[in-house]
């Protein structure tokens, strides 16, 4: 006997799904599985990055980031950065600030699922530059 109501899609084909640019945070994606149309416990997005996303957090979900190639750079809240890379899995804890910068392509699972209006984009602790941007700049001096 199933758990649940039979889905009405048995696969989800990733590239018949409109991609859409988010220039403000240097990626492309493609919203795999949503909250309106596969229910509302989880969400998948596929993400292409090249560049620096914003600093942000969401209240409602808990979120995973799946690395399936490239190189990813992650802090959270004012911990250290960590380099994320294919294979690798990184949980960003609800309501936790954190900032990722890198090339690289990933999913994006959100428990519950992400709806618009749940990420909150916020500045760095010490209200200067992003803490990742900032350590980029240290690197390459």
């Not at 493609?30 to 914003?54: C, F, K, P, Y």
Request: hydrophobic letters at 35%; one cysteine or more.
């Amino acid at each position: 006997m199933p758990l649940g109501p039979t889905p009405p899609w048995p696969l989800v084909c990733g590239s018949e799904i409109a991609t859409v640019r988010e220039e403000s945070n240097d990626l492309t994606l493609r919203a795999l599985v949503t909250g309106a149309e596969h229910g509302a416990d989880l969400s998948v997005s596929w993400v292409s990055i090249d560049g620096q996303h914003r600093r942000l957090l969401t209240r409602r979900s808990t979120r995973v980031y799946l690395v399936e190639s490239g190189t990813i750079n992650l802090q959270i809240e004012d911990g250290p950065v960590h380099t994320a890379q294919a294979g690798d899995l990184v949980v960003i804890p609800r309501a936790s600030a954190y900032e990722l910068a890198g090339t690289a392509t990933y999913f994006v699972l959100n428990a519950p699922a992400f709806v618009d209006g749940d990420d909150e984009y916020v500045a760095p602790a010490d209200g200067t530059c992003s803490t990742m941007r900032c350590h980029d700049d240290r690197r390459s001096s």
